[in-house]
C-alpha cells in the first residue's frame, strides 16, 4: 500500500523522465561546446532541484493530506504541507543560481563590438514570453487565493469559508499564509533568471563570434527552461490545492435533514486537478530535459578529448 502510495506522488517526475528521455530521442537538439565549469554547475543544480522536488512528492505530506510512511521513510511524513509549493521555487533558485556562475572566457576579439547587449539579447523569445506567462499565472493565483482566504483560528489566511445559510463551513485554501511567501521566492526566482541572462550577455564577443553567440543562445535557454519548469511545478501545486478547495462536499443538518453545502466554483475541481498535473509533469520534462543536454555534452566532450 505505501509503496503504491508513494509511486503515485512521484509518478509526475518519473513520467517526466520518461518523456524526456523520449523527446530527447525524437527531436535531438545541437548541444553547444560549453565551457566544462558552466556545464558542471548546471547539472549539479538541476540534480539539487530535482531531488528536491521529488522528495517533497514523495513525502505524501501535502497541505490537505498526511500520510505516515513506514521506517526509514518516516521522517518524509515530517516535512511541513508549505513545501509543496515553494520547494521547486527554491530548487529553481538554486540551479538559475548555479548558472548564474560566468563561464571561463574565451579570447576577445581584435575589433570591440558597441552592440548594447541586454538580458533579453541572447534569450529565445518563445522560451522568455513563456518564462514572462507562467511568472504572472503564479503572481495572479497567489493574489486570487490570498483574497478569497480568511483567518484561521491561529489568525494565519488559510481558510476558505462558506456561509450555507444556518452555519459556516470552511476548508484549506492556498490564503496569503502560503502564497505570501510564493510571492518572495517567485520574484527570487525571476530576478536571478535575469541576473543570469545578464551574466551571459554582457562579456564581449570572443574571437570565435559563431560558436560563442550559440553558447550564449543555448546557455540563455537553459536558464529559461530551468526558471520555467520550476514555476510550472510550483503551477502544478496550486492548481491541485485549489482543486482540493473547490472539491468541498459537506452538509449542514436542518429539520431532520442534511442540506449540501459546496463552493460555488465546484465544477472546476476536476478540470484544475487534471491541469495541476498536467502541469507537475510538464515542469518535470523541462528539468530532465535540460539535464540530459548536459549531461550528453559532457560524454560528447569527454568522448572528443580522449581521440
Not at 503515485?8 to 530527447?24: D, E, F, K, S, Y
Not at 540551479?95 to 576579439?109: E, K, S, V
Not at 509533469?281 to 560528447?300: D, N
Amino acid at each position: 500500500m505505501y509503496a503504491t502510495y508513494a509511486a503515485l506522488m512521484i509518478a509526475p517526475a518519473v513520467i517526466g523522465l520518461v518523456l524526456a528521455m523520449l523527446l530527447t530521442r525524437l527531436w535531438p537538439r545541437v548541444v553547444a561546446d560549453l565551457p566544462a565549469r558552466a556545464r558542471v554547475w548546471a547539472v549539479v543544480g538541476l540534480a539539487i532541484a530535482v531531488t528536491l522536488a521529488v522528495v517533497v512528492l514523495g513525502s505524501g505530506n501535502w497541505p490537505f493530506q498526511v500520510v505516515t510512511l513506514p521506517s526509514p521513510f518516516g521522517w518524509l511524513s515530517m516535512i511541513p504541507g508549505e513545501w509543496q509549493f515553494t520547494a521547486s521555487l527554491v530548487g529553481g533558485i538554486i540551479a538559475t543560481g548555479l548558472q548564474c556562475i560566468p563561464a571561463t572566457p574565451r579570447p576577445r576579439r581584435a575589433v570591440a563590438d558597441l552592440a548594447r547587449r541586454t538580458p533579453a539579447t541572447f534569450a529565445p523569445r518563445g522560451w522568455l514570453a513563456f518564462a514572462i506567462v507562467i511568472a504572472v499565472s503564479a503572481v495572479a493565483l497567489a493574489v486570487v487565493g490570498g483574497v478569497a482566504s480568511q483567518p484561521d483560528e491561529d489568525g494565519a489566511y488559510s481558510m476558505w469559508m462558506q456561509d450555507a445559510g444556518v452555519g459556516t463551513v470552511g476548508r484549506l485554501i492556498y490564503g496569503w499564509a502560503f502564497s505570501g511567501p510564493s510571492l518572495l521566492l517567485i520574484a527570487v526566482l525571476a530576478a536571478t533568471a535575469v541576473l543570469g541572462l545578464a551574466v551571459i550577455a554582457r562579456p564581449p564577443v570572443a574571437e570565435e563570434s559563431a560558436d560563442d553567440l550559440e553558447i550564449r543562445r543555448f546557455r540563455s535557454r537553459t536558464i529559461l527552461m530551468t526558471a520555467s519548469g520550476a514555476g510550472l511545478i510550483h503551477l502544478g501545486a496550486v492548481l491541485i490545492f485549489f482543486a482540493y478547495t473547490a472539491a468541498l462536499n459537506t452538509g449542514i443538518p436542518l429539520d431532520g435533514a442534511l442540506v449540501p453545502v459546496f463552493p460555488p466554483f465546484a465544477f472546476l475541481a476536476p478540470a484544475l486537478l487534471i491541469l495541476g498535473a498536467c502541469a507537475i509533469t510538464t515542469g518535470f520534462v523541462f528539468w530532465f530535459r535540460v539535464l540530459i543536454e548536459q549531461l550528453a555534452a559532457t560524454r560528447t566532450r569527454t568522448a572528443s578529448h580522449a581521440h
